[in-house]
T-cell receptor
Framework: GQQLNQSPQSMFIQEGEDVSMNCTSS?????WLWYKQDPGEGPVLLIA?????ELTSNGRLTAQFGITRKDSFLNISASIPSDVGIYFC???????????FGTGTRLLVSP | DVKVTQSSRYLVKRTGEKVFLECVQD?????MFWYRQDPGLGLRLIYF???????EKGDIPEGYSVSREKKERFSLILESASTNQTSMYLC??????????FGSGTRLTVV
């Protein structure tokens, strides 16, 4: 099945650093979503983007829906240890209920 | 608070057993999904359902079946468990284009 190209695969950073990850696709999407999965838990929705060019923030998190509709990025500012986890991007086409997921970015934060 | 509840967090079964993984959502969502998650492979869709008694194969349906007799409940069945079905299983539900809500996952070990 289709998967989105998500990079980087993993990141190991110091507490306080900013983090950036992105997701690209060969197909266009009408919705981009970013999820975080804590160790041993299911993914939880962080940010949803519904319009090309849209920039949305949720606390220290900022995500953008690319103008081409084929990409999205997520930034985390001033990282803290509880940011540890796997971050997934997902794309969705209007009228199609299935999400297409990225392969995930594993984030480790050193205190 | 809306919820997707998976009946077991951890499960250990023997090879050849028939295994039932249960998922219940309280959000009156039409769509329900079963994924498995393995290191390095991301989230892979097993089966999904758009309505009661309706099911469609995902990307990796072999060795699995599903049942949706009621709107709120979506069951994943491993007809004859094998060791290569040891994995984290995630259930999700959704309404229209508003993304998925995931359960906490069931970590299944087949010995």
């Amino acid at each position: 099945g289709q998967q989105l190209n998500q990079s980087p695969q993993s990141m190991f950073i110091q507490e306080g650093e900013d983090v950036s990850m992105n997701c690209t696709s060969s197909s266009i999407f009408n919705t981009w979503l970013w999820y975080k999965q804590d160790p041993g838990e299911g993914p939880v929705l962080l940010i949803a983007l519904y319009k090309a060019g849209e920039l949305t923030s949720n606390g220290r998190l900022t995500a953008q829906f690319g103008i081409t509709r084929k990409d999205s990025f997520l930034n985390i500012s001033a990282s803290i240890p509880s940011d540890v986890g796997i971050y997934f991007c997902a794309g969705q086409l209007t009228g199609f209920q299935k999400l297409v997921f990225g392969t995930g970015t594993r984030l480790l934060v050193s205190p | 608070d809306v919820k997707v509840t998976q009946s077991s967090r951890y499960l250990v079964k023997r090879t050849g057993e028939k295994v039932f993984l249960e998922c219940v959502q309280d959000m009156d969502h039409e769509n329900m999904f079963w994924y498995r998650q393995d290191p390095g492979l991301g989230l892979r869709l097993i089966y999904f359902s758009y309505d009661v008694k309706m099911k469609e194969k995902g990307d990796i349906p072999e060795g699995y079946s599903v049942s949706r007799e009621k709107k709120e409940r979506f069951s994943l069945i491993l007809e004859s468990a094998s060791t290569n079905q040891t994995s984290m299983y995630l259930c999700a539900s959704s309404f229209d284009n508003y993304g998925y809500t995931f359960g906490s996952g069931t970590r299944l070990t087949v010995v």
